[in-house]
């Protein structure tokens, strides 16, 4: 209908999008293929029947099995191309997208191997469909600290192609203050930080990240909601929230799209994103998120257009950039 055409065309940013998430299952057979690795499905059909998640972990569990069929740059490099055409045709402009190298480099992939195929899909991005990108480098909570350290390590000799450090994976008895150590030190060499909080885990959490981490952005962020004061906060520092509605619902935060927060969220003065999380998993590309929330929540027009206009504001382009797509 109108408003879906609406959404597909307005120029928008995605904030919160797992490269490895992107992994449709087509590619992912054919990647198996190409590399000789053997997958527990017999094919498409039964691995998108397993797509049949109950919580964050559940989810996490196929997806960091489903990483394994990446073993080269070229492995890499067509993994977020096809990304990058996929959200062409939702008129994503910008993109900062997450990746997770300790996935890779624990069965062997050497940690060049990753962000070279990766980088160079951002390049092509940018020359030919006209999208621009940061890379950010996620560390896995369920890891340790020491993990994530050398995460970090291997990462300085490319410290020109990456746009900031985060947090994710299993947020359950993972808090953001097991990080801290890693974070100062990003926070050190310049990093722009995000953390992902309040997804699963409870509103410390959001403000550990904040306050422990230095995240300038929460990845979630839904269970604020809770904490009054800690939304109050959110609201007075603008601090942005990429919320990923069709996720929460696939991982059950919430039993259906039409119970999610978004609008309350948006309607206590938040500075609130709408984004993809994992599409391949999760069943729908950012358009189709704000679709689905269009439909389910009754959002406006005009409520997509601030919608939209957040998602640049939240960026971590340069003013100059920023205004030039406002
Ligand atoms: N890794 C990929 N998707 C994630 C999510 N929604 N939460 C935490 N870690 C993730
Ligand atoms: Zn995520």
Same mark, same amino acid.
């Given at each position: 209908?109108? @408003? ?21 299952? +087509? ?70 997208? /997450? ?11 050497? /940690? ?22 940061? @890379? ?14 050398? #995460? @970090?390590?291997? #990462? ?42 309040? +997804? ?57 799209? #039409? ?5 309350? @969220? ?52 340069? +003013? ?7």
């Amino acid at each position: 209908d109108r @408003l879906e055409t609406f959404i597909r065309g307005i120029p928008k940013a995605e904030l919160h999008v797992h490269i490895e998430g992107t992994l449709e299952p +087509e590619l992912m057979f054919s990647l198996a293929r190409r590399n000789g690795i053997a997958l527990p499905w017999m094919g498409v059909e039964e691995l998108r029947k397993a797509y049949d998640f109950h919580n964050l972990q559940s989810f996490l569990d196929i997806y960091y099995q489903g990483a394994d069929v990446l073993q080269h740059v070229q492995d890499f490099y067509d993994l977020t191309w096809a990304y990058f055409e996929r959200a062409a045709r939702d008129n994503v402009r910008h993109v900062e997208l /997450f990746f997770d190298p300790q996935t890779h480099t624990r069965r062997d992939v050497p /940690f060049e191997t990753v962000i070279t195929g990766i980088h160079g899909a951002q390049v092509d991005a940018e020359k030919r469909l006209g999208i621009t990108s940061k @890379l950010i480098l996620c560390f896995l909570r369920h890891l340790s600290e020491e993990s994530a350290l050398e #995460a @970090l390590h291997a #990462a300085v000799p490319f410290r020109p192609w990456l746009g900031g450090v985060g947090l994710d994976s299993s947020e359950s008895g993972n808090p953001p203050s097991k990080f801290k150590a890693v974070f100062d030190e990003a926070r050190e060499a310049q990093f722009p930080v995000v953390a992902h909080a309040g +997804e699963e885990g409870p509103p410390a959490y959001i403000r550990e990240a904040l306050d422990v981490l230095g995240a300038q952005r929460i990845d979630h962020g839904v269970r604020c909601l809770e904490d009054d004061a800690l939304v109050e906060r959110l609201a007075r520092e603008q601090v942005p929230l990429t919320v990923c509605p069709l996720s929460n619902v696939k991982l059950r935060v919430f039993p259906h799209l #039409a119970q999610h927060n978004l609008k309350q @969220l948006m309607g206590r003065g938040l500075l609130v994103t709408i984004n993809s999380d994992d599409p391949a998993y999760f069943g729908g590309y950012i358009g189709d998120n704000y679709t689905a929330c269009a439909r389910e929540l009754g959002l406006s027009q005009d409520d997509v257009v601030a919608l939209a206009k957040n998602s640049f504001t939240a960026s971590f382009l340069g +003013e100059d950039d920023k205004r030039r797509h406002l």
